[in-house]
């Protein structure tokens, strides 16, 4: 489940002169899977819900997975750090991660192709523009592409493609026999500053990146 929610999202956009550079996004989240196994846990992901921050150089995820996961995900692009945090039913560990530009380098070798179509729908009160994400292994992603929303979200391995540059506002991901359909449901412009904090909060136990893979958690 934890290799699901860190690979369920992708951003991709294309070009506008002008650009909001902070702001929150809300997003709703659904399931669906025809897959028996998998079928039986989206009862206990209804509700769920992922959250947004962005200033310029930084970034936040917020992930509600139900009641019984949550995971934040906070980037500072200027100083190359990273903080994940993860609740899993009452067990709190923190994951601090430097040196991100390294990983950018050899994540780009793998980054999928894209493709940016002319159709265009209205979400939110924003224009956005219908983008197709293709992997190596043929898989697609479709998203719907916000141009006058610009996130800097280098650092977030779910994300990252250095060809594109956006926030989506609407995206379908396919993992583990999983169907997870996001739509935003709010935009807000201003955001706490206090948010984008790198200090590990009272209550975590800190875990290194490797306790965390064996853990499952990427």
């Known amino acids: 489940m934890k290799h699901l929610l860190l ?12 650009a909001q550079t902070t702001g929150q996004i ?14 039986m846990a989206i009862p206990m992901m209804q509700g769920s819900t992922m959250d947004l921050y962005f200033i310029p150089e930084k970034s936040k995820i917020d992930m509600t997975m139900g009641t019984f996961m949550k995971m934040n995900t906070i980037v500072d692009v200027k100083a190359d750090k990273a903080l994940m945090l993860m609740e899993v039913m009452g067990n709190k560990t923190a994951t601090e991660m430097k040196e ?24 939110i009160g924003y224009k956005c523009t219908k983008t197709i994400s293709r992997d190596a292994d043929g898989n697609e992603t479709i998203m719907w592409i916000a141009s006058d929303l610009k996130a800097s979200l280098k650092g977030h391995q779910q ?31 201003k955001v706490d500053k206090k948010l984008f904090s790198l200090s ?19």
């Open 100 to 123: 991100l530009s390294k990983e950018d380098k050899t994540e780009k070798a793998a980054e999928p192709k894209i493709e940016v179509t002319s159709e265009t729908k209205d979400i």
């Open 159 to 189: 994300f990252g493609n250095s060809k594109i540059s956006g926030v989506p506002l609407e995206f379908t991901a396919v993992n583990n026999g999983m169907t997870i359909h996001f739509i935003a449901t709010k935009f807000e412009k």
């Open 7 to 18: 690979s369920i999202l992708f951003l991709a956009v294309v070009g506008t002169s002008i």
């Open 200 to 218: 590990v909060p009272e209550g975590y136990t800190v875990v290194t990146e490797e306790d965390l893979k064996n853990m499952g958690g990427q």
């Open 26 to 39: 809300s997003y709703s989240m659904d399931f669906s899977s025809d897959n028996p196994d998998m079928a």
